[in-house]
């Protein structure tokens, strides 16, 4: 760079422009079209412009290039939201609702995406960024943003800063190196997907690759396995039992219980037939004197937890690993095997393998029965288990009538209840609020999952039942109708 034009420049800076003003002649290399630009004689404003090329040129050693615009985003193909819809999202975004919490209005925010994005609608340009910076510190919301973000989100992430990569990036897509070099739980979802889509290929892959698996790993990959899982499966699982790591073999039992017609579940079922019989019409168990070679291999544990007995510990795992139609041979439903009495000594450690059973064999007619006799006595984590796996429609029956009785057992597994609640459960809740007792019972607990559980469409009854209430009791339920409202609204608009 020629060094005579940082002189001029400096000389003139001394003096100043009005004395001694700059002429930009003569000036050749590079960095004369970049001065050029400026004019020949520079003013105040020319000069210090003239001065900042000149001192990036000379720190960087080179002449600083000019900015590369990026090409256009391509043109949406989708319809846009409406614009009620997009002033929602906007005020959403920026928290600007002052009877709503940040974190509640981030929620409702989640919400409005999903509901666009499953009506194939977008959001405005204009919002692009701070729906970026919603992704960014919330990765549940990323595919609704993804979604409603358009061609232009993808554009857009790829000029900001890091942080919105993900949103450049393909979604959550297991890549081929992922097998070879990722970590733990990127080479298990890349078998589940390769199984998904070709369960022969992820079966292959798996075996080349088992004797360089530790135990933890490879217990997980054959978890994996339980995609596309079928009877050709059987013939390795099997193999796998004879694995000398108790970890493999309890992955390949796990799978091989449920593997319809498994000849484990048969042996399973003949153990636990073994263990129990009927005398005076009670049924009665008896549990295995000793844990053999057998049961080891098919991966029942030898060691009990602590505070359990060994004997104890054998017989509810044969119980629960057993598949629950065997035990049609002492009675056809399980409401019959389960109106049985119970003998005192086994007959405790029969129900609660049971129960275990419904629960890891996700039998929604098992668990309903095993809930209805339990509620009030069993375990509250061992009843939302329960609850997970009823039929939708039999859990929304059960909770209605626990809440028109009391609200406490029922509010406790709402939150297992799939959303927007059915309409028992919606009908009993607002039956409840209008009873004047049961109003001051309580039942804060129950607004907040109601906020979330009830469907939008009730907020007109929702909001007349709350005006024809007194004033304090209105106070008590203005937060879920205020949800409720916005809720509603947020769909109209999105409609």
Not at 320 to 342: H, M, S, V
Not at 430 to 450: F, P, T, V
Not at 479 to 495: A, G, W
């Amino acid at each position: 760079m020629n060094t005579s034009i940082w002189s001029d420049l400096m000389s003139s800076a001394l003096v100043g422009t009005d004395r001694r003003r700059p002429v930009l002649t003569g000036v050749d290399g590079p960095l004369s079209e970049v001065l050029a630009s400026l004019g020949t004689e520079l003013d105040p404003e020319g000069l210090l412009s003239a001065a900042a090329t000149v001192t990036v040129a000379r720190r960087a050693g080179q002449v600083p290039a000019r900015p590369q615009r990026p090409d256009p985003a391509a043109a949406e193909t989708v319809p846009y939201a409406s614009a009620a819809a997009q002033q929602r999202l906007a005020a959403l975004l920026s928290g600007g609702d002052a009877e709503l919490d940040r974190t509640t209005t981030r929620e409702l925010a989640g919400e409005w995406l999903r509901i666009a994005a499953g009506r194939g609608l977008l959001a405005e340009p204009g919002l692009l960024v701070a729906l970026l910076d919603l992704g960014s510190s919330d990765s549940s919301v990323r595919p609704a943003v993804r979604a409603v973000g358009g061609t232009r989100l993808n554009w857009l992430a790829l000029q900001g800063p890091g942080r919105w990569a993900w949103a450049a990036q393909p979604e959550d897509a297991a890549q081929p190196a992922d097998w070879d070099t990722g970590r733990a739980a990127d080479r298990v979802r890349h078998l589940g997907e390769l199984r998904a889509r070709d369960a022969a290929a992820g079966r292959d892959l798996l075996l080349e690759a088992w004797p360089q698996e530790k135990a933890s790993d490879l217990a997980a990959l054959i978890a994996a396995c339980a995609a596309g899982l079928g009877p050709d499966d059987e013939q390795w699982l099997e193999k796998a039992l004879d694995d000398r790591r108790a970890q493999v073999r309890e992955a390949a039992a796990r799978l091989l219980a449920v593997l319809p017609g498994s000849a484990w579940r048969q042996r399973m079922a003949e153990r636990a037939l073994a263990c129990v019989h009927v005398a005076a019409r009670k049924l009665v168990a008896t549990a295995p004197a000793e844990c053999d070679e057998s049961m080891r291999r098919d991966g029942i544990s030898v060691k009990p937890p602590q505070s359990v007995g060994e004997r104890t510990h054998w017989l509810r795992q044969i119980i629960e690993y057993a598949p629950l139609d065997c035990w049609t041979a002492f009675d056809d439903t399980p409401a019959g095997l389960l109106g049985r009495k119970f003998d005192d000594t086994w007959g405790p450690v029969l129900h609660a393998g049971l129960t275990r059973a419904a629960i890891t064999q996700r039998d929604g007619a098992w668990a309903a029965v095993l809930i209805h006799e339990g509620l009030g006595r069993r375990d509250m984590n061992e009843l939302r288990e329960l609850a997970a796996v009823m039929p939708e429609q039999d859990l929304a029956e059960l909770i209605a009538a626990q809440l028109r009785r009391k609200a406490d057992i029922a509010t406790r597994l709402l939150d297992v209840l799939p959303t927007p609640w059915a309409a028992p459960v919606a009908e009993a809740v607002l039956e409840c609020l209008a009873d004047a007792e049961r109003r001051r019972s309580g039942w804060w607990q129950l607004l907040r999952h109601a906020e979330w559980g009830f469907d939008p469409a009730y907020a007109p009854r929702a909001r007349a039942l709350h005006d024809s209430l007194p004033i304090p009791d209105q106070q008590l339920l203005a937060r879920f109708i205020t949800m409720l409202q916005i809720r509603h609204d947020i769909t109209r608009e999105l409609s």
